[in-house]
């Protein structure tokens, strides 16, 4: 019969360095990774779903405001108003502004956007803008992460299907659990060399579908900018497929084209005035081939902005919101004078105008009254950016600058 094994102080001794050495090695990891500069405090309860205002109220007061500066406009997820200032996101009642939970990480966001009922969060670390979080709306409960290569700055933008981070050099395409559909543009260690259709590119803006990508893009050797229709969730997201590559008939390098809208697998862009052609919004079809042309302003905003509402868009110019049949981007209605793109309410339009807001019926674009509205300022006035809205229940969110502003019948 063998003796039984003991222990020698020599085990002894060594297990005690390698429990130390584990000790050690997991408060490096915590030091130094992301969890020790995260705080997560989720709701009490879910936020309970908004219901449709039946109507738009006949007066609006400030309910109550918030600091907001990494959001464009108003996030609603699940329930539940968001706001994104400085290193934290923090869902609150629609109705009081109240704090239901909050996200927070040791530095500065890159940008928030809302979709699929979340509020999805990007924060940067040393390879740009690339660390997102999923936060459930209603809960604030930490869903999908990802992390990747990014520009900084990125713009966000999402269509119903996809969430677009765009940069200047690169941009991706997530779907809803934040998996990576496409990369296009720089690829700083690609798997496949050779497979992205052009290189050194500027991305200059873009619109998606869930059926088509719309980039305009200034390249080397092109005589103007270029619009690039694509996939956005092709075969391999490494390889870009695309549907159709053509050289804009617009004068210099950096034009004032801008991608107004994706809708489907049409494409509307504005071009500006150019060799005596006048400026128009044009629209293409799915393999990126003109299939209409109409007549447009002349002096667009450079933050001209686009809000997407039921059957059409709404593209604010920078003086005037004009309506866009989503179907075939025809022109329809014009609001003269505009702070920003308006949103639906109780099935009217409301269009942000200097002390009040434009209440338009959606069939004809005929204005139906004012609804006086006190703000600071004008913002157009002092070279601030357009004023941007959302309804969530009865209550009408403005983005107004870096603050999220809330009105509610008075």
């Known amino acids: 019969m063998l003796a039984p094994e003991r222990r020698t102080r020599a085990d002894v001794l060594a297990a005690c360095v390698i429990a130390v050495l584990v000790v050690v090695a997991a ?17 009490d ?35 539940v108003a968001v706001t994104g200032d400085g ?35 990007v924060y940067p670390d040393g390879r740009g803008c690339g660390q997102v979080t999923q936060l459930d709306g209603s809960t604030g409960v930490r869903q999908a992460q990802r992390s990747s290569d990014a520009d900084d700055p990125v713009t ?25 559909t496409l990369e296009y543009g720089r690829v700083d260690a690609p798997v496949n060399p050779g497979v992205q259709p052009r290189s050194g590119c500027e991305l200059l803006s873009a619109a998606s579908s869930s059926s088509r990508l719309a980039v305009l893009e200034s390249c080397p050797g092109d005589a103007a900018v270029r619009l690039s229709v694509l996939n956005p969730a092709p075969k391999e997201n490494t390889t870009p497929q695309e549907y159709g590559s053509i050289v804009l008939d ?24 150019s060799d005596g052609v006048p400026a128009a919004v044009v629209v293409y079809d799915g393999a990126g081939v003109e299939s209409a042309r109409f007549p447009a302003p002349s002096d667009v905003s450079p933050t001209t902005t686009v809000a997407r509402t039921g059957s059409f ?19 329809g209605w014009t609001v003269q004078d505009a702070l920003g793109p308006g949103t639906q309410m109780g099935g009217r339009f409301l269009v942000p105008v200097d002390g009040a807001l434009a209440v338009i019926d959606t ?23 357009p004023i941007t809205s959302t309804a969530l229940g009865d209550t009408l969110f403005e983005q107004r600058g870096d603050q999220l502003v809330a009105l509610r019948a008075g």
């Open 87 to 121: 290193d934290t996101v923090t869902g609150r009642d629609g109705v009081t502004g109240e704090h239901l939970w909050h996200y927070r990480r040791d530095r500065a966001l890159c940008g928030l956007v809302g979709a699929w009922n979340t509020a999805v969060a």
């Open 313 to 331: 868009v709404s593209w604010w110019t920078g003086s005037q919101v004009i309506s866009l049949r989503a179907t075939d981007f025809t022109p």
């Open 363 to 385: 069939a004809s674009g005929a204005e139906v009254k004012r609804i006086p509205v006190a703000r600071d300022e004008n913002p157009l006035a002092s070279g601030g950016r």
């Open 45 to 79: 309860n879910p936020a309970p779903p908004a219901q449709n205002a039946p109507a738009v109220p006949d007066s609006l007061v400030e309910a109550w405001r918030a600091d907001s500066d990494a959001t464009a406009t108003p996030v609603v997820a699940g329930g």
């Open 27 to 43: 408060g490096v990891i915590w030091l130094t990774g992301d969890a020790h500069g995260t705080e997560s405090v989720r709701a």
């Open 250 to 273: 617009v004068g210099g390098d950096r034009a004032d084209a801008h991608v107004l809208a994706v809708s489907g697998e049409r494409t509307a862009v504005y071009l500006p005035p």
């Open 156 to 180: 966000l933008s999402e269509d119903g299907t996809y969430v677009l981070a765009f940069g200047d050099s690169r941009m991706e395409v997530w779907r809803s659990d934040l998996v990576r």
